[in-house]
T-cell receptor, first 114, second 116 residues
C-alpha cells in the first residue's frame, strides 16, 4: 500500500512571497489533515477535510492560508503572503473514518521563510 | 484547556539502557491516547491506548495507560541507536468531526538520543 505523498520536500522563500504544498493521501482514505509543526513543538492541526468538504478549519489563519481538496482526493495548502513565523514542517495525514484506525502521515514539507 | 504534556523533553542514554517516557493529558471526553515515533519528519504510529491497565507491546516497546491519573508511559528496553527519534504523544480533540481519530492534540515530544 502506497503511503501519503507530499511535495515539495523542501522550500525556501522570502517573506511576503507565496507558496503551495501538495498532498496525495492513501487511496480510499476519506479524511485528510494538514498539520503545522514548528521546531520543538508537536504538530498542530490546520485543517481537516472529509471527502472534499472542510470539517474543521478553526486553527487555520484564514487571512493568509487556504486549502482545497478537489474531487475528494489530492489537496493543496497555500500560504499567501508568507511570514517569518510560517517557517515549519507542513505534514499531511490521511485516515479512514473508522474510530479504531490511525492517521498515516506523509514525509512533510520543510518551509523556510527568510 | 485541552492539553498534552510530555516529559522529559530530551533524554540521552547508551545502547542497552531502558527508558521510560511520560505523557500526561487533560482533555474532556477522553477517547484514546496515541504514541508516534518521529524520525526526520513523518510521525509513524506506535500504539493506540483506550483502556486503563492493559499493556500494549511491540518488540522492545511497550505502553500502558492510567485513565484515573491521566497519564501514559512508553517503555523501551535494550535501546538501540535506531531508537533515536522524537516520541510524540497525542489525544483526540473532544470535538471530532469524523475521520478515525479526528484532530489530534500533540505534546511537544521527547527527543531520545541513544549513544553507541
Amino acid at each position: 500500500e502506497a503511503g501519503v505523498a507530499q511535495s515539495p520536500r523542501y522550500k525556501i522563500i522570502e517573506k511576503r512571497q507565496s507558496v503551495a504544498f501538495w498532498c496525495n493521501p492513501i487511496s480510499g482514505h476519506a479524511t485528510l489533515y494538514w498539520y503545522q509543526q514548528i521546531l520543538g513543538q508537536g504538530p498542530k492541526l490546520l485543517i481537516q477535510f472529509q471527502n472534499n468538504g472542510v470539517v474543521d478549519d478553526s486553527q487555520l489563519p484564514k487571512d493568509r492560508f487556504s486549502a482545497e481538496r478537489l474531487k475528494g482526493v489530492d489537496s493543496t495548502l497555500k500560504i499567501q503572503p508568507a511570514k517569518l513565523e510560517d517557517s515549519a514542517v507542513y505534514l499531511c495525514a490521511s485516515s479512514t473514518q473508522r474510530l479504531e484506525d490511525t492517521q498515516y502521515f506523509g514525509p512533510g514539507t520543510r518551509l523556510t521563510v527568510l | 484547556e485541552d492539553k498534552v504534556v510530555q516529559s522529559p523533553l530530551s533524554l540521552v542514554v547508551h545502547e542497552g539502557d531502558t527508558v521510560t517516557l511520560n505523557c500526561s493529558y487533560e482533555v474532556t471526553n477522553f477517547r484514546s491516547l496515541l504514541w508516534y515515533k518521529q524520525e526526520k519528519k513523518a510521525p509513524t504510529f506506535l500504539f493506540m491506548l483506550t483502556s486503563s491497565g492493559i499493556e500494549k507491546k511491540s518488540g522492545r516497546l511497550s505502553s500502558i495507560l492510567d485513565k484515573k491519573e491521566l497519564f501514559s508511559i512508553l517503555n523501551i528496553t535494550a535501546t538501540q541507536t535506531g531508537d533515536s527519534a522524537v516520541y510524540l504523544c497525542a489525544v483526540p480533540h473532544p470535538r471530532n468531526y469524523g475521520g478515525s481519530q479526528g484532530n489530534l492534540i500533540f505534546g511537544k515530544g521527547t527527543k531520545l538520543s541513544v549513544k553507541p
